[in-house]
């Protein structure tokens, strides 16, 4: 899908026709590709790029002064996981704007904003990249809350349902860790190429985009690490649960023996003193219970129930 938009009296973008100052291309088809590129000559893998979830971040400039900035960013995948996937941020030789991905994403604070006449294109390009880099910490701070719940609730589980979250979270956070690493590689090309350019104004916005993206790369891999510590501990715990568990029936197991043998005993078939008394049962039983208390009262004293 191909949507374009223009600057207004306002100095807002607003649906266009033709593709002039922006031009949003969502989930688009090969085709749709390829109109885009012929309009504004540049190269079809510019925007093909999108096309494979696993394309690496570049930047690149053409012989015809076209430029693309190919990051990542995050959405939701399969299994609760959350991956990476590219976009295409292309500026022309004509002043306009490309912005090319897969997946919608919330660009409300995009056309809300004004824009210099003459300086829209890089209001928008950072606008785009900040937002990007946004998206990133909101699924961090997601993450830190779902990983502080299992931490809760972790003590006395012994279910499969933590382990799962937790594996999707630590892929999540492997993807992340992966394109933030390359995101930042790529932005400080481009800030290099900003700065030999004398852009140093517009250098110094997209230096602030790298910051939020090292950040973001630094909180990943710290939170990788308490999510493998986490995983250790709950391996640990949920062994010792199950342990416990054992333990206690074992232990049952052999109270509840007791009873049965002495009852067993009695009641075979020959002749045992007392066993015509009215009041055996009562001894029986009695002293049933007395055994079985004080083994109980042993075993639990040896922290063996």
Known sequence: MIKNYELSDKK???KSDEMKNFTYVI??????IGKVAKTFDFPFDYLGGILDDYENARFETDDNDNNLILLQYPAASNYNEVATFPYSLIWTKSESVILAMNHDIDNQAMFEREYDYKRYKHQLIFEVMSQMTHIYHDYLRDFRA??????????NSTKNDQIVDMIAIQASLIYFEDALDNNRDVLKNFIDYLRAEDEDGFADRIYDVF????????????QLKLLENLR???????SNNLNIVMKIMTSATFVLGIPAMIFGFYGINVPIAGQTDVWMMWVILGSTLIISGLVVWFLRKRDLM
């Open 12 to 14: 807002k973008l607003i």
């Open 27 to 32: 989930n688009p088809t090969r085709e749709e």
């Open 146 to 155: 779902r990983r502080r719940k299992l931490e809760v609730g972790i003590k």
């Open 211 to 222: 910051v939020e993206t090292d950040q973001a790369y630094t909180e990943t891999r710290i």
């Open 232 to 238: 250790d501990l709950f391996s640990n715990i949920v």
